[in-house]
């Protein structure tokens, strides 16, 4: 084998391991949603309380993948695509970082929520809203992992409904703090939760951009996605 052949298969075998970092981190990040959200619907202030703790956890990938990211950049010195590779995989570990940051905040208010009680009455339009924003997520590492520019466009499509649920529920909770002043605290933490749920779903498209940079060599950021489903 040749030298040039050599660094071709050791970059292979360090991207492929980096990928796989990524797509745990993933699946850990997932899993800190599901747990913030289920915490806040049923009052479990003992998850919350985990999904906090755990976030370490999260911290923990985002720097080691970044430091064997920027390892490979030194060592193997790679251009075009395969520099687009390692770029699409920082950014999509600094978006998942993010989006831990978004589990924890969702996890301290359904602490905040625990300790005031429960409104049930108000949890159906979250619950909703998490759905679809944990679908996001999902099909956007598996975009990530297959490299399939026509599932993160379906996804970067999905953006507008969540964007609706948002709108829909914050109209929803300041009814009900005009109706109920008593509400207004346990309202206040729903609409921070919301929030942090929206922003999970921007993060989703942002990793679906970054899987049409990669394959297309196209920057898609702020392209309305009619457009970009006109172009690809």
């Known amino acids: 084998m040749n030298t040039g052949q050599h660094i071709s298969h050791k970059f292979d075998e360090e991207v492929e391991a980096v990928t796989t970092s990524v797509l745990n981190m993933g699946g850990l990040v997932a899993q800190q949603i599901d747990n913030a959200v289920k915490a806040l619907l049923t009052s479990d202030k003992a ?48 978006d998942l970082e993010r989006m831990g940051d978004e589990a924890k905040r969702i996890a301290r208010q359904a602490i905040d929520i625990a300790k005031r009680g429960a409104l049930p009455e108000q949890f159906d339009s979250i619950e909703q809203m998490a759905t679809r924003v944990k679908e996001m997520l999902n099909r956007s590492l598996d975009a990530f992992a297959r490299k399939d520019v026509a599932e993160a466009l379906e996804v970067i499509g999905l953006d507008k409904k969540v964007d609706k649920d948002y709108e829909n529920l914050t109209r929803q909770q300041i009814t009900y703090m005009m109706e109920d002043p008593r509400k207004i605290p346990a309202a206040i933490d729903l609409l921070w939760s919301s929030r942090a749920l929206e922003r999970i779903g921007d993060r989703s498209c942002n990793i679906c951009e970054y899987v049409i940079y990669l394959v297309k060599g196209k920057d898609v950021r702020h392209i309305e996605i009619k457009d970009l489903k006109a172009q690809f």
Do not use: G, H, S, Y
């Open 47 to 94: 998850m919350a309380e985990a999904v906090i703790a755990d976030d370490v956890k999260v911290n923990t990938f985002d720097v080691d993948i970044d430091d064997k990211c920027n390892r490979i950049i030194v060592m193997r010195q790679p251009t075009a695509t395969d520099l687009r590779l390692i770029m699409a995989i920082i950014k999509t570990t600094t």
